[in-house]
């Protein structure tokens, strides 16, 4: 059983070949291990590209990136990647032979591995169904468990949130925390990233304006709009009423005098 | 002053090409390829917004074909004064002058037929292609068809791409051997049919919408003219044209 | 007269499997209607299903009626798709193309909707370089065009970064504003709630309420969809009906 490892990015740039402007201009960030972090950009800011780097489904043209305590390359941590389309891995006619894909190409023991990693996710009684006719949220968790089930000490989720409404969202941060890895997840949704990251980073025009506590970055409302992205709602109605700390969560709010 | 190769009418071009590919498959002399070849180089260099570097780097891909081409063909074909010779148990390989003149004169066939066709490629949008079979009476659904496709084919390779990445992150070697080659089909074909799939039923609901089926007459945004330029380019294609009759009645 | 009526609208898969069951639905002139409901509850197919679309589906049984008393258009839930021509003009152009209408007109057309939404500037591009919003906003332009009377929206919000959530808010007020009638399929209520008249709440393909937003809002959190902060804070702390704000201005 592996822990999580730690992420750093360190400058990295990176242009794709058939594209006419860098992706990534020199971005930078720090994951420490076992941290849940969101990277948050407006669409095309560079958040897939980032994710398929830390990935090592891409060389950065410069820069380089870190798992673990080990530059990329020695030996390193597996880092597990799930595609922003879950559907762009699914091949098999089970979930079980799906999860078990990851374990079975890294030598593993595929029992061991997929069952535990259905437990983690909570997905044990879609075991026999086929992915391809699952519902949205249930392809999503699917999708993570097959990369979990691999072991690797990152996991990397492409925008996990998309198409999740907010049951599928609750599963999914409780998920994510539970977990002993490294999470690294791209999104733009801002809510998500400031109830369950323990730390984010804020992508625009490919490197990182800012970097941090949720609770700090994310009341950032000028950062936020600049970025494109759409600010939390908490944070939102925080500064309409004009307080001067955000709530933690819509409970301490409900508490709150205000209206 | 120098034509515009993308703003000629799409049915000159293809009326410039079908000679060209006729007389290309006929031709059995390589001076006459050759010519052949020096006239399409003409028309190329005679426009302006088609650079020669940049038709020549369409053709990039026969970068390997045409060497291995020269190389086989040479020792397939025979004919005339032997060069070298290979025993290979009870046969007798060869490498003759006749056999090399013969792999020139294929090799050079295929790079006349390309090049024409990369020139047609390269300067010829989609929808202006779509308008101008209509216009020499190919149904409009059917050249319609035919644009269509060509659009897909950067976002059937995107998502490809996507699909290796998700496989390959969970341990699928694309590379390696013919076994591991093998095996990795699976994992990539399944998803990329369905993708696939689901593309074509969403398409076909987005043209349904958009009144594909409408019965009614239809008109098209797109004017085509024909320009000077256009009448010169029929008037050599109708000069390749007799050229490959000449050809027909009397050999190459 | 509604401009858009289903009665006893079911749909079917080829081995008997229920998708939408016995639904009502009426959309007047000039109104607003969101569809909502949780994951796989058959809005996105309802959706389909009021513009006809799904008829040509062989593997679908449709059963029950919808009258159609004018131009229904549809934006899919990938706008990509819908986009077949290269350049965003041409594309644009393609429904009038269909329809007959002449050369000119076509022209006047695209030029004066694509104002109307701030859009002129995207004309000339490359729908390959488009944004997202940007993707949406041309698959909009692209039916507007036909001047439709309702125009349904198929999940649009999903995808899409603040930015571009804007852009897509933009052309449905301006829609609104003109009495064009608008559906909206969506899960993400934050900036719809406000903006609709009346609510449809889907449950297992069947509707299982409806009514305006302010009251259908302690039933929309209860399905998971996703609602401006104030709404649920309101909810939270046990408010109902008209107490209930449904934008974040209230």
């Not at chain 1, 819509?250 to 508490?255: F, L, S, V």
Request: glycine share 10%.
């Amino acid at each position: 059983m592996t822990d999580g490892a730690r992420v750093a990015a360190i400058d990295v740039r990176y242009a794709y070949p058939d594209g006419d402007r860098e992706a990534l201009a020199g971005a930078s960030l720090e994951v420490a291990a076992g941290e849940v972090h969101a990277i948050l950009g407006g669409n095309g800011a560079g958040k897939t590209t980032l994710l398929r780097l830390i990935a090592g489904l891409r060389d950065p043209d410069g820069g380089r990136i870190e798992i673990g305590e080990h530059a990329e390359g020695s030996g390193t941590p597996v880092v597990g990647y799930a595609p922003e389309n879950p559907k762009n891995g699914f091949f098999a006619e089970s979930v079980e032979k799906e999860v078990a894909f990851f374990p079975s190409n890294r030598g593993l023991d595929v029992d061991a591995r997929v069952a535990a990693a259905l437990d983690a996710i909570g997905i044990g009684h879609l075991r026999d169904r086929m992915p391809l006719s699952l519902s949205g949220g249930e392809q999503r968790m699917v999708s993570i468990a097959s990369v979990l089930a691999g072991d690797p000490a990152v996991l990397a989720l492409d925008e996990p949130t998309t198409h999740l409404h907010r049951h599928g969202e609750r599963e999914l941060g409780a998920v994510l925390t539970d977990l002993d890895r490294t999470v690294v997840l791209s999104t733009h949704d801002a809510d998500f990233a400031f109830e369950y990251a323990d730390s984010v980073s804020v992508l625009r025009e490919g490197s990182v304006a800012a970097a941090g506590d949720p609770r700090d970055v994310l009341a950032d409302l000028e950062l936020l709009a600049g970025a494109g992205i759409r600010a939390p709602g908490i944070v939102e109605w925080a500064d309409r009423r004009g307080l001067d700390r955000v709530p933690a969560s819509i409970d301490a709010a409900a508490d709150l005098e205000v209206d | 002053m120098r034509f515009s190769h993308r703003d000629l009418d799409p049915r000159s071009k293809l009326a410039f090409v079908v000679p060209v590919f006729l007389l290309g498959a006929v031709a059995d002399a390589i001076v006459g390829l050759l010519a052949l070849g020096g006239v399409i180089v003409a028309v190329v260099v005679a426009g302006r917004d088609l650079s020669l570097r940049q038709w020549i780097g369409a053709l990039s891909p026969f970068k390997y074909l045409i060497p291995l081409i020269l190389a086989l063909n040479s020792v397939f074909y025979g004919g005339g004064e032997v060069l070298a010779a290979l025993p290979l148990g009870a046969v007798r390989v060869t490498v003759t002058v006749g056999g090399i003149l013969t792999s020139v004169l294929i090799a050079l066939r295929l790079l006349v037929l390309a090049s024409a066709a990369a020139w047609f490629g390269l300067t010829t949008g989609a929808t202006e292609f779509e308008r101008g079979l209509t216009l020499v009476g190919v149904p409009w659904r059917l050249a319609f068809i035919g644009s269509l496709t060509l659009r897909l084919v950067p976002e059937m390779r995107t998502r490809f791409r996507n699909i290796e990445d998700a496989q390959r992150a969970r341990g699928l070697e694309v590379s390696g051997g013919p076994v591991a080659r093998a095996r990795s089909r699976l994992p990539m074909l399944v998803p990329f049919l369905a993708s696939i799939v689901q593309y074509g039923y969403e398409l076909s609901d987005a043209l349904t919408v958009r009144d594909f089926d409408r019965e009614a007459t239809r008109t098209s945004m797109i004017e085509l003219r024909y320009s000077r330029a256009d009448y010169l380019l029929f008037s050599l294609a109708a000069v390749l044209f007799v050229v490959f009759l000449a050809v027909l009645a009397w050999g190459p | 007269m509604p401009v858009l009526e289903a009665e006893s609208l079911s749909v079917r898969t080829a081995d008997g499997t229920g998708l939408l069951e016995d639904v009502d639905l009426a959309v007047h002139e000039d109104e607003t209607v969101l569809l909502c409901g949780g994951p796989g509850t058959g809005k996105s197919l309802l959706a389909k299903a009021l513009t006809g679309v799904l008829h040509r589906r062989e593997n679908l049984t449709v059963d029950g009626s919808v009258e159609r008393d004018g131009e229904v258009g549809l934006v899919f839930q990938h706008p990509e798709v819908q986009l077949v021509r290269r350049n965003v003009r041409r594309d644009v152009a393609f429904g009038l193309e269909n329809r007959g209408v002449d050369r000119e007109a076509m022209r006047t057309r695209i030029e004066r909707h694509a104002a109307r939404l701030d859009a002129t500037g995207l004309l000339d591009r490359n729908v390959d370089e488009l944004s997202r919003g940007e993707t949406t906003l041309v698959a909009i332009l692209g039916v507007l065009v036909t001047d439709p009377d309702v125009l349904v929206l198929d999940e649009p919000l999903g995808p899409l970064d603040g930015y571009n959530v804007g852009l897509v808010l933009d052309a449905i007020d301006d829609l609104r504003s003109r009495g064009t009638s608008v559906v909206v399929a969506e899960h993400d209520l934050r900036d719809l709630l406000g903006r609709g008249d009346r609510v449809v709440l889907l449950d297992d393909g069947r509707v299982s309420d409806r009514g305006d937003p302010r009251s259908l809002a302690p039933a929309l959190r209860e399905t998971g969809v996703k609602l401006p902060f104030p709404t649920e804070l309101a909810l939270e702390r046990g408010a109902r009906g008209t107490e209930v704000p449904i934008t974040t201005d209230d």
